[in-house]
């Protein structure tokens, strides 16, 4: 599916504001890394992937893992405006007489590929679907979003070394570069930099990008799919909380809700965000 550039940036404002509302209503989420990862996913959906929202289990289709996969405030409103479900349908986010859960669950939500939470374990499932393909000789592309702080698992390492075992050049896999995780700064945490030294030497082919250039993360995506004999790795820099500016580059905006006054502020950023760009 080809998408012009004011349509993608219409459909990742829209996703924002859609996004502050979900957690607002049930006063719970993860609006930080959501925020950072609604260009990449943006495009992944309605520019890169091979899918079809009416035939969501396609064998041949595209497949997405969210590793990240308390991020759903940003997968589920990108989920709904490519018509996997109505819009309405995000009202019941984490609500008890819902299914849209808090982290990406596959039973009961059309689209989502793989259920996540636990951090770690959904690059490894991405590596098997990808492995899987190989072995049914089938030509579908896995894609997997990690967050650089979940990165500090070693779980995730683990999967890198098999990934480039097996050659899987189906495999393209995006880290949200944002520089935060819960605790404060990734650097301080538990540094990881740098990654593209280690996973050139893990045997991944490695490409950078501003992760909200809506046009660089599409031609970068295309060059990936060109890539043969070895897993893809694109390192994302992003901001955390993008969008809203008391959000920005906030650890503290990780995850919790905002309040009515946070939230009217948000709002309104957001909203005239989403105008100016139906505007144009």
């Known amino acids: 599916m080809k998408t012009d550039m004011h349509t993608l940036e219409t459909v990742a404002a829209k996703g924002r504001l859609l996004g502050l509302d979900m957690v607002y209503r049930c006063a719970s989420g993860h609006l930080g890394g ?16 091979r899918i079809d929202p009416t035939h969501p289990e396609d064998p041949d289709r595209d497949r997405f ?9 940003a997968l589920y409103p990108i989920l709904s405006q490519r018509g996997y479900f109505p819009e309405e349908t995000l009202e019941a986010f984490r609500r008890v007489d819902g299914h849209l859960s808090g982290h990406a669950e596959m039973h009961h939500v059309q689209g989502v590929d793989m259920s996540t939470g636990s951090l770690g374990q959904g690059i490894s499932a991405a590596v098997g679907m990808a492995l899987a393909g190989k072995l049914d000789e089938r030509d579908y592309q896995v894609y997997a979003l990690l967050g650089d702080g979940e990165i500090e698992e070693g779980q995730v390492w683990e999967a890198f070394l098999s990934g480039a075992k097996y050659k899987l050049d189906n495999l393209c896999a995006i880290i949200d570069v944002n520089g935060l995780q819960i605790d404060g700064k990734t ?17 991944w082919h490695v490409l950078k990008v501003d992760g909200h250039d809506l046009a660089a993360l ?34 503290g905006w990780h995850g919790k809700a905002p309040n009515e006054e946070q939230y009217q502020m948000a709002r309104q950023e957001l909203a005239a965000a989403l105008a100016e760009k139906e505007g144009r």
């Open 34 to 49: 959501s925020f950072s990862a609604m260009d990449i996913l943006t495009v992944l959906y309605f520019e890169t992937m």
């Open 65 to 73: 893992v969210l590793s990240k996969g308390h991020c759903t405030p």
């Open 218 to 251: 599409a031609a970068v995506f295309e060059q990936a799919r060109e890539v043969t004999g070895a897993p893809t790795m694109i390192l994302a820099k992003t901001v955390k909380g993008k969008g809203v500016s008391f959000m920005e580059n906030q650890s």
């Open 187 to 203: 650097a301080d945490v538990m540094p990881t930099e740098p990654l593209d030294k280690k996973l050139e030497a893990f045997g």
